[in-house]
């Protein structure tokens, strides 16, 4: 599987934007890239995903570098629910019947009040 | 969203008993489950796939003879940790694709629907 660099740790402060980065150097045509995040004590929770193009979801934004070797998950106001641990992962379609996912170490966010 | 329910949220245990874990979608139906365990501080590490009505897929180095997964029905997986052991003790999480949905057409949106986690402690 490609693998996925992320900062082991982020701060921001409540109400501002966050951009949490993912580097992907090795990411193959058929990767998906994925974001979740997991709350302490809970299962991950989907955020958001995306193949070339930039995505917009109600929870977070995606965007994507034209030779999709980073991309960056965007909170656009941060409220202090969003600490969590976020996890950039990629997810090989090749085959079409290839749904599971690989967690690497992610990121942890800590949100300032 | 879809619902994803995973039952006890925790279990203790004495070591050698077994103990089942149970992971059911609650408003949708999933061929494909996924079972995880995540220890103190770390990731979650991926231990199988669980396909209805077939044989789970396990990851390289986890014993199926330990850990046995049943999925009977669309919307039920279950985890049989057998002869627990204090080593054994961990967060259990497991994760759903939705195949299709009451009421809904079920076409996949490429997100994998988590539950809550099961806490296992094996004294």
């Known amino acids: 599987d490609a693998k996925t660099t992320q900062p082991n740790s982020m701060e921001s402060n409540e109400e501002e934007p966050v951009h949490l980065p993912c580097n992907h150097s090795?990411?193959?045509?058929?990767?998906?890239i994925h974001w979740y995040r997991q709350l302490p004590s809970q299962g991950p929770e989907y955020v958001i995903h995306g193949l070339t193009s930039n995505v917009n979801n109600r929870m977070a934004s995606l965007a994507i570098a034209e030779d999709r070797k980073s991309s960056t998950l965007i909170l656009h106001r941060a409220t202090l629910r969003d600490a969590a641990v976020y996890y950039c992962?990629?997810?090989?379609?090749?085959?079409?019947?290839?749904?599971?996912?690989?967690f690497g170490k992610g990121t942890l966010l800590t949100v300032n009040p | 969203g879809a619902v994803v329910s995973q039952h006890p949220s925790r279990v203790i245990c004495k070591s050698g008993t077994s103990v089942k874990i149970e992971c059911r979608s609650l408003d949708f139906q999933a061929t494909t489950m996924f079972w995880y365990r995540q220890f103190p501080k770390q990731s979650l590490m991926l231990m199988a796939t669980?396909?209805?009505?077939?044989?789970?897929?396990?990851e390289q180095g986890v014993e199926k003879d330990k850990f046995l997964i049943n999925h009977a029905s669309l919307t039920l997986s279950t985890l049989t940790v057998t002869s627990a052991h204090p080593e054994d003790s961990s967060f259990y999480i497991c994760?759903?694709?939705?195949?299709?949905?009451?009421?809904?057409?079920?076409?996949?949106?490429?997100?994998?629907?988590f539950g809550e986690g099961s806490r296992l402690t094996v004294l």
């Open positions: 669980s396909n209805e009505g077939s044989k789970a897929t396990y």
């Open positions: 090795t990411i193959s045509g058929t990767d998906y």
């Open positions: 992962i990629l997810r090989d379609v090749r085959g079409g019947s290839n749904y599971k996912l690989t």
């Open positions: 994760s759903a694709r939705l195949t299709s949905r009451q009421g809904g057409s079920g076409a996949w949106t490429g997100e994998l629907f």
